[in-house]
C-alpha cells in the first residue's frame, strides 16, 4: 500500500508541475500576440463630431434698406411771384414775408409809373411745426384781410427718380374784417369768409432749370349781386371757380434766377370775368433772405381776390412793380 501510494503522489505532482508550465508558456504567447497586433485607433468621437457639425447656413442675407435721397432746393423760397412755391422749410422755421404792390404803369409819369399810387401790402408769419407741415398768417392793407393757412409737402421728387414730382397742397380761409357800411353789408359773420385750395406739382429738371403747374379751387361765401329789372337779384360772380397756374425758375447764378409765371382762370362768370396774370421778374437769394423784384399784372396780394377779381388786362399794358421779401430763422 505504501509503495502504491508513493507512486501515485509522484504522478499526481509531476501532472501539476506540466500544467503551471504549460498555462505560463500560454500566457507569454498572448501577450507576445498583443504587443504584436497593431491598436486601432478610436474614431467613434471622430465620427461622432463629424455627425453634429452644423451644416453651413444656406440663406440668403436680408438685402440692405437704402433710404430714399429726395431732390433738394427745386425753387429758393415759399413763393414765385404771386403763387406758391412746393417748397415747405425744414421744422422749426420761422418765417416773416413783406409783399409789396404799387399801382399799374399805364398812367406814366403822372404817378411816377405807379409808384405814387395806392399800394397794396401785406405782412406774413408762418412757421413749421413738425417736418413736411408750414401753417401761417396774413394780414393786408386791401379791405382789412386777414387769412390763416397751411401748407403740406405730400409728395417730394427722388434723385433715383422713383418719384419724378414733388407735389403740395396750400390752402387758406380768408375773412374780410371791415365793418358794415351802405355799400358793405354782411348778414352774417360767415358771410366774411372765402377759401383757397391749390394743389402745387413741381419738378426740378436739372440744377438750373424747376418748373411748377398748379390747379387751385376758389369759393367765396358771399359775393356782391345785383337787381335786374324785376327787382331780382342777380350774381355777378360765381361762388366757385377754378383757376391754373404755371411758374418757372431758372438760374443764372448761385444766387440769382430769372422767374416767369402764367395764371389762366378757368371759369365763366355772368360778367366782369378776371383777366389772366403775366408776370416775370428776377430772385436774389442770401442765406437767410429771399427777394424777388418783377413786373406782373396781379395787384391784390390774397390768392382769391386774384383768382376772381383781377381786371388789369396784360393786352393794355396794366402791368404793375411788385416784390416780395423773405426772412427765415431756424429754431
Known amino acids: 500500500m505504501k ?90 422755421t420761422f418765417e416773416f414775408d413783406i409783399q409789396h404792390r404799387f399801382g399799374t404803369v399805364d398812367n406814366g409819369f403822372k404817378d411816377l409809373f405807379g409808384l405814387f399810387a395806392s399800394a397794396t401790402m401785406k405782412l406774413g408769419f408762418s412757421y413749421t411745426p413738425v417736418n413736411n407741415l408750414q401753417i401761417g398768417f396774413d ?10 393757412n397751411a401748407k403740406w409737402a405730400i ?13 403740395t397742397y396750400f390752402g387758406n380761409a380768408m375773412a374780410n374784417t371791415q365793418a358794415n357800411s351802405v ?26 432749370l424747376s ?11 358771399d359775393l356782391q349781386g345785383y337787381l335786374n329789372g324785376e327787382g331780382k337779384p342777380m350774381p355777378i360772380y360765381n361762388n366757385d371757380n377754378f383757376s391754373v397756374s404755371a411758374s418757372g425758375r431758372y438760374k443764372i447764378s448761385d444766387g440769382a434766377s430769372l422767374i416767369v409765371n402764367y395764371d389762366q382762370p378757368l371759369t365763366q362768370n355772368p360778367a ?8 416775370f421778374g428776377i430772385e436774389m437769394r442770401t442765406s437767410g433772405h429771399d427777394f424777388e423784384i418783377f413786373f406782373g399784372n396781379y395787384s391784390s396780394l390774397m390768392p382769391e381776390n386774384n383768382a376772381l377779381f383781377n381786371q388789369n388786362d396784360y393786352k393794355k399794358g396794366q402791368f404793375l412793380i411788385g416784390f416780395n421779401i423773405s426772412r427765415l430763422w431756424n429754431f
Open 3 to 92: 509503495t502504491h501510494n508513493s507512486y501515485s503522489s509522484s504522478i499526481y505532482g509531476f501532472t501539476r508541475v506540466c500544467l503551471v508550465i504549460v498555462f505560463a508558456l500560454s500566457m507569454g504567447n498572448v501577450m507576445a500576440q498583443n504587443a504584436q497586433a497593431p491598436v486601432k485607433k478610436d474614431t467613434t468621437t471622430k465620427d461622432t463630431v463629424k455627425k453634429v457639425t452644423a451644416p453651413a447656413d444656406t440663406t440668403a442675407a436680408a438685402p440692405e434698406v437704402k433710404k430714399k435721397s429726395f431732390i433738394k432746393n427745386t425753387f429758393d423760397g415759399n413763393y414765385i411771384i404771386d403763387n406758391q412755391t412746393v417748397m415747405v422749410p425744414i421744422k422749426g
Open 139 to 148: 394780414a393786408t392793407n386791401e379791405k382789412m384781410e386777414v387769412d390763416l
Open 155 to 167: 409728395l417730394k421728387q427722388t434723385k433715383d427718380g422713383s418719384m419724378p414730382v414733388s407735389v
Open 183 to 208: 355799400a358793405l353789408i354782411y348778414v352774417t359773420t360767415g358771410d366774411r369768409f372765402a377759401y383757397f385750395n391749390q394743389l402745387i406739382i413741381a419738378r426740378k429738371f436739372t440744377d438750373k
Open 211 to 221: 418748373i411748377q403747374v398748379a390747379p387751385s379751387y376758389t369759393h367765396f361765401n
Open 272 to 279: 366782369d370775368n378776371p383777366h389772366p396774370n403775366i408776370s
